[in-house]
């Protein structure tokens, strides 16, 4: 019959068959999702860090996130998973620095998971002739970032801080962990969204911490539904010096209307000096 054409022979679906299991391989097969491992043993020596990737493709794009970073020495993990709680999954690095002053000491910031919250601690790694030593400084508030710790002036302490008043020092020296509390500022003086200069000093007996913070001075727009407004009040130029014995809880504030401390080198211009009843106070000279 002259209308009707006749079917393809058998062989001529071959190619096509061929090139449609090829599409398919290759859009399922380009996204995959695969694990692996990479170890850097230069940077922290003789310390290692080990680093668990996760890598993404998608088509023609491949995309890589750090999933845990452990700490090794000599071949072992330092960072068990006592560190956490039992439902919190293991620990991961967060931030590992280590301190020029003291030969073979690193702090670590530790992070676990409590339900979808991270946990950081500060950890404080000696290595020792009988072998690796973990102190535990204190928990802080840093959430998912990592910031550089508030290591003291002449870095022999560092300030962990739970909250915008209170924190841990750790004498680096006498390996001694002390509570503090200051007193908070008023809202005009920090402000939530501001950025303040804020740096610490632990005194030579070791005992008399201070606090120097100056307030964000520059003026900020904020936007409030739809309506976009710029805030004209800010707060003076000045400098808080708070004071504490970290032993008997006695605390001094003291403002210096004027002065600002500098972002770039906040620890510039300051000296301890003693008064007649051998108290020890922090001086800003001109």
């Given amino acids: 019959m002259p209308f009707l ?104 910031r530790v992070q676990c998971l409590a339900g979808y919250e991270p946990v950081n601690s500060v950890y404080l790694l000696r290595l020792t002739t009988a072998g690796p030593r973990l102190h535990r400084i204190g928990v802080e508030n840093s959430g998912y970032s990592s910031p550089p710790f508030n290591l003291a002036a002449d870095t022999g302490a ?5 909250t915008d008043t209170s924190g841990t020092v750790f004498d680096l020296e006498q390996l001694r962990a002390l509570p503090v509390q200051f007193p908070a500022f008023p809202d005009s003086v920090r402000r939530k969204f501001d950025e303040p200069t804020e740096v610490y000093y632990l005194g030579p007996d070791r005992r008399t911490l201070a606090r120097l913070f100056s307030p964000d001075t520059t003026t900020t727009t904020l936007s409030e539904g739809q309506a976009i407004g710029r805030r ?55």
């Avoid at 071959?14 to 859009?27: D, E, I, K, Q, T």
């Avoid at 560092?158 to 739970?162: A, E, I, L």
């Avoid at 008997?248 to 620890?267: C, K, V, W």
């Fill in 5 to 108: 054409k006749p079917l393809p022979a058998p062989g001529s679906w071959w190619p096509r068959l061929l090139l449609g299991a090829l599409l398919v391989v290759l859009v399922f097969g380009a996204c995959s999702t695969s694990e692996f491992t990479v170890e850097n043993a230069s940077v922290q020596a003789p310390l290692v860090l080990r680093y668990r990737i996760e890598k993404r493709t998608q088509l023609l794009f491949s995309y890589y996130d750090t999933l845990a970073t452990e700490v090794l020495y000599h071949g072992r993990p330092l960072l068990s998973a006592t560190l956490c709680q039992p439902d919190s999954g293991g620990p991961t690095l967060g931030r590992l620095q280590r301190l020029p002053r003291y030969p073979a000491r690193w702090l670590l």
């Fill in 158 to 162: 560092v300030w962990v801080p739970r």
């Fill in 232 to 286: 004209t009040t800010a707060p003076a130029p000045a400098v808080y010096i708070d004071e504490q014995d970290i032993i008997t809880g006695r605390l001094q504030r003291r403002r210096l209307p004027g002065r600002m401390l500098s972002a770039e080198n906040p620890f510039q211009n300051a000296r301890w000096q003693q008064d007649s009843i051998a108290r020890w106070h922090l001086q800003l000279t001109p």
